[in-house]
């Protein structure tokens, strides 16, 4: 039976609650523990897949195919375990099932309630698995005192009374404000948040005190005192210039010591810190320092391409350089020479995207990249967009592009390189989906393994001709067209196992220009950058040497 840590937030919203909560399995682990990370997030959608990445970040999908919070993203970076469908659920999921079990009569005409049957729905999520981890560490998504969360509170305040005693704590995150006027830390919106949390039965046992300022013994005493935690479990977080320092700054502060403590295990086994010293070393002693070009859609969320930055921050960590990596909107350059922008970087990187809005841009910047021999990482949609761009160009299909823009503007204007898939294999299954279908949850998603061809760039960088990456999409670049791109060049170097499904593409005559159909920095680690994105920025700090 797996111990449970709680964490919670309060005060204010983006405390770093998702971070904490990585770098406390980080250091779990480091002590020999197995661990397993989960988010509850009390919005009513079912779940992001559908959510604007303006405005809620990136998708982050995992192995087993579902659309989840970027949050995972960084439990998977910090801890290396592949998140599962089942480390996420949104309360309309929830509610979902409960309706669903409703309908179906399960609950054989009862009247339904938040309690108990919401909270039963909750608590069998967070049991699942609980037999496989040591720790399970589950965030509860907003801020203590939200309507929305009250059911989750209501939970895992059950959950921890019916599991035997000291097998659940409690972590809150609170902030500490500093008034410059006084010069000093206020505590009473900590105290405030942890009288609202014990108001409906959660103590905390931990408590995680953000400040920009160091917090003083004496304010340290008065927080455990009213609070009612002890001193030592009274942790600082304080500012860091990389995400990557935090499973070191929570040690040396004793996070991971007060979690042990509250749960009684004594002596607390020795941490193995050695994976996070290196690092740190890495991150500390880059040399130099490469500019790549992010050349896309939703340039003014940094969350939206919330894993790609972290890749390339991980592919410089490799090459011990520090990536400088700027956003550029396509739409600048729709009808225009993209050179202004472009030039002075050492590599071009076009994400993932959807909608026809700006593609016009990213295929230019595919062109630019391609002649001017610039590395080039063109990412699902910027895959497609390479593929176009070979077949106009160089191919002579003038009007090739994706049947995606035809479906939205709702007519044919496109020689159809990039088609609408309605079927593939997974596995053993075949999977079939309708033009009809384009909402949420109907896309190619999850893991799917790619055979690279022996002798290509890809099977270099990777290092194996067989790998396994995950995918997000609907359209796919049609077969039709592979022999003649591949005469002009353009190398269909990685397909899917039945040999049907293009899922790697690279120009022949170029040092470095891979198109992939599929989202290679879900899966890249500090701790082990993703070949593609270390191999990406080797090459453009080649490139760098060259200017
Ligand atoms: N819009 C494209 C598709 O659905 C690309 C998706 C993506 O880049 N994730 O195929």
Sequence with gaps: MARYVFITGGVVSSLGKGLASAALGALLQARGFTVRLRKLDPYLNVDPGTMSPFEH????????????DLDLGHYERFTGVPARKTDSISSGRIYMNVLEKERRGDYLGKTIQVIPHVTNEIKDFLRIGDDEVDFMLCEIGGTVGDIEGLPFFEAIRQFAQERPRGQC?????????YLAASSELKTKPTQHSVKELRSIGIAPDVLVCRSEHPIPEKERAKIALFCNVRPEAVIPA????????APMAYHRVGLDQAVLDAFMISPAPRPDLRRWEDVMERLNHAEGEVRVAIVGKYTQLEDAYKSIAEALTHGGMANRVRVRAEWIDSEIFEDADPSPHLEGFHAILVPGGFGERGTEGKIRAAKWAREKKIPYL???LGMQMAVIEAARNMAGLKDAGSEEFDHEAGGKRFTPVVYHLKEWVQGNHLIERKVEDDKGGTMRLGAYDAHLAEGSLVARVYGTTRIEERHRHRYEVDLAYRDKLEECGLKFSGMSPDGRLPEIVEHAGHPWFIGVQFHPELKSKPFAPHPLFADFVR???ETSRLV
């Design 57 to 68: 970040g990136e998708v982050f999908v995992t192995d087993d195919g579902a659309e989840t």
């Design 169 to 177: 704590i409690f972590m809150h995150l609170t902030l500490l404000p």
């Design 238 to 245: 304080y500012d860091l210039t990389s995400i990557y320092e």
């Design 378 to 380: 063109g990412i699902c």
């Design 539 to 541: 090459a453009a700090v």
